[in-house]
């Protein structure tokens, strides 16, 4: 299984669609050194998958048409294929079925706010091509390991282009126990291991659902895979890129943010900045900018790094960088905001997290 660079190159060209998906671009992922984060890479989880064919080009048309159960989950939360290897819960104690309802076995239950409620979708997701006997293969770049992870497969018969997830859908078809990370195969930024999934009988489109309780806590992952039975299988033989920044899951405490001014001058705009997720050697920072007290048609947020951090990519907002001081400017799709309205871009940064205090001009 290839995996691609991870990238985010945005199309200046606006369609009816990207209202929703500006809105709805990261959503709340906190840091905490500590968590785990993991999914399976093959069968591609579906998020995975999307981010694997469309990370670098998610605001295309084409894929309207071409892939549109994809299309679909790039509309309702673009987070949620970045973060594809978030989807977890915790506390759950081993009682999947109560903690996830029929219907929403693939969103974990509407699990971190509903960032991940478009994977419920029923619909021709693309599959993988699987035989009967698979070997399914999960990357956890945390390396904390398993307590187990249970993999099922849907039952001979069950139709998953009209019918959504339920658990009497699901059997039993593979699992392994307790495994610490040492014992899984080392790779570039993590490690991985591979599972046996014995599923006789099966033909045509099924769902694999894969349960990965991690070691480090009392924190279940949940995961959808589309799979074909008729087809052969090679193993995979590479990983996540290197390039992808690790996505971690919420603390128990969110860091202090600035909360945007509950009034404005007319034709003004403030920007709060805050910082999502942090790793060592950097961290994803998200700027919401919220227009005064009359509309904008565009906008200007700036801000000075105290340590010589550098911004690496961005999205929803076109940024420039002169020595430590930052500049951000709107895109064409983004920067007309009513009175009030508010619109968000994000970036990753290298060196350590900071939180300068940034400062908005707007266009009239």
């Keep these: 299984m290839s995996t691609p660079h991870r990238r985010r190159t945005l199309v200046a060209t606006a369609f009816l669609a990207v209202g929703t998906l500006v809105a709805a671009l990261l959503t709340t992922v906190m840091a905490s050194p500590a968590s785990a984060h993991g999914s399976v890479v093959d069968p591609a989880s579906r998020n995975y998958s999307c981010w694997q064919r469309w990370g670098g080009d998610f ?3 084409a894929m309207a048409t071409q892939d549109p159960m994809c299309w679909q989950a790039w509309q309702a939360d673009p987070n949620a294929m ?7 819960r ?3 104690a081993g009682n999947h079925q109560a903690a996830i309802p029929d219907g929403q076995l693939c ?9 991940y409620n478009a994977l419920d979708a029923v619909g021709a997701w693309k599959t993988t091509s699987v035989s009967n006997n698979f070997r399914l293969k999960f990357f ?13 497969v849907t039952k001979q018969g069950f139709n998953a282009l009209s019918k959504p997830l339920a658990w009497s859908d699901l059997e039993l078809a593979g699992q392994i126990g307790n495994t610490p990370a040492s014992q899984w195969t080392r790779e ?4 991985s291991i591979q599972v046996p999934v014995n599923a006789p009988g099966r033909s045509g489109r099924h769902i694999v659902y894969t349960i990965w309780q991690a070691s480090h806590m009392d924190q279940s992952y949940y995961i959808c895979s589309d799979v074909d039975f008729g087809g052969s299988t090679t193993p995979p033989t590479t990983t996540p890129p290197t390039t992808a920044p690790p996505t971690t899951t919420p603390p128990t405490t969110r860091p202090p943010t600035t909360a945007p ?6 034709g003004s705009c403030s920007a709060t900045y805050r910082i999502t997720n942090s790793w060592t050697g950097g961290f994803q920072g998200e700027v919401t900018v919220t227009a005064g007290a009359s509309a904008v048609k565009g906008w200007t947020v700036s801000w000075t790094f105290p340590s010589g951090q550098q911004i690496s990519q961005a999205w929803n907002a076109v940024v420039t960088s002169s020595g430590s001081t930052v500049t951000a400017r709107n895109e064409t799709f983004n920067g007309s905001l009513a009175a009030g309205g508010q619109t968000t871009f994000g970036f990753l940064a290298s060196g350590n997290s900071a939180t300068p205090t940034p400062s908005c001009t707007a266009t009239l």
């Design 107 to 115: 969103s974990g239950g509407h699990t971190q706010s509903g960032r």
């Design 188 to 191: 570039t930024d993590g490690v």
């Design 82 to 88: 970045w973060n594809w290897n978030g989807l977890f």
């Design 140 to 152: 956890d770049q945390a390396s904390h390991g398993a307590d187990y992870i249970r993999v099922y």
């Design 59 to 61: 605001q295309n048309p």
């Design 90 to 92: 915790e506390g759950v």
């Design 261 to 266: 001014p509950t009034t404005a001058p007319a």
